[in-house]
């Protein structure tokens, strides 16, 4: 593939990238709408924990998000996937942009709490970076998460990104503000661990 270039090429607008033998990423589909929204629904409390949009996402809102995803492929914006286990989706995986002068990228990331602990959200987040950087060419990927979320940290942490850092009550989810921990990945890292 060529740098800077959508995974999707034009005349196939499916993406599929496998990360284990039953399950994969792939791209959403207006389609998707009611069992992604369902799937919001039966996580919303958790979700509401960590996701400023959980709380009052509503079908609509999800129909919207897919479209807008839509447009980010066709803009060469970077993506967001389905997280699909044995044809189900189970959570959804995608960077928030891209910066193509800069070379860098950041990456959002939920899993249903019924498949966490598996590994799942691990291997869909090496394909990704691995895309960042290896398919991309980018030299930076970067999370940022809630310093109480243990769980996502120890994703990145697992992965070998380097915590560069505390923002203080960077986002305000509930009514609450959270601090966000801020994680990155360069190249030259990654290429050292892959």
Not at 42 to 55: C, E, G, H
Not at 109 to 125: I, S
Not at 152 to 160: F, K
């Amino acid at each position: 593939m060529v740098p800077g270039r959508s995974p999707i090429d034009e005349t196939d607008d499916v993406l599929q990238i496998p990360i284990s033998d039953a399950c994969w990423l792939r791209s959403l589909d207006e389609t998707d709408a009611d069992e992604l929204h369902a799937l919001i629904d039966a996580n919303r409390a958790y979700l509401s924990r960590w996701m400023p949009w959980a709380s009052a996402q509503s079908l609509e809102d999800t129909l919207r998000f897919i479209r807008t995803t839509r447009r980010q492929l066709v803009d060469n914006d970077g993506f967001q996937a389905a997280i699909v286990f044995e044809a189900t989706i189970i959570g959804v995986v995608g960077f928030h942009a891209v910066d193509w002068t800069h070379r860098r990228t950041s990456i959002g990331y939920w899993l249903d709490e019924r498949h966490q602990g598996k590994g799942t959200m691990t291997r869909a987040m090496r394909a990704l970076v691995d895309h960042a950087l290896h398919t991309w060419q980018l030299n930076r990927v970067e999370l940022r998460i809630a310093t109480d979320n243990g769980r996502s940290r120890a994703i990145a942490e697992r992965l070998g990104f380097c915590e560069e850092g505390i923002l203080r009550q960077a986002e305000q989810i509930g009514g609450r503000y959270l601090d966000s921990v801020v994680y990155a990945m360069l190249a030259s890292d990654w290429d050292g661990r892959s």
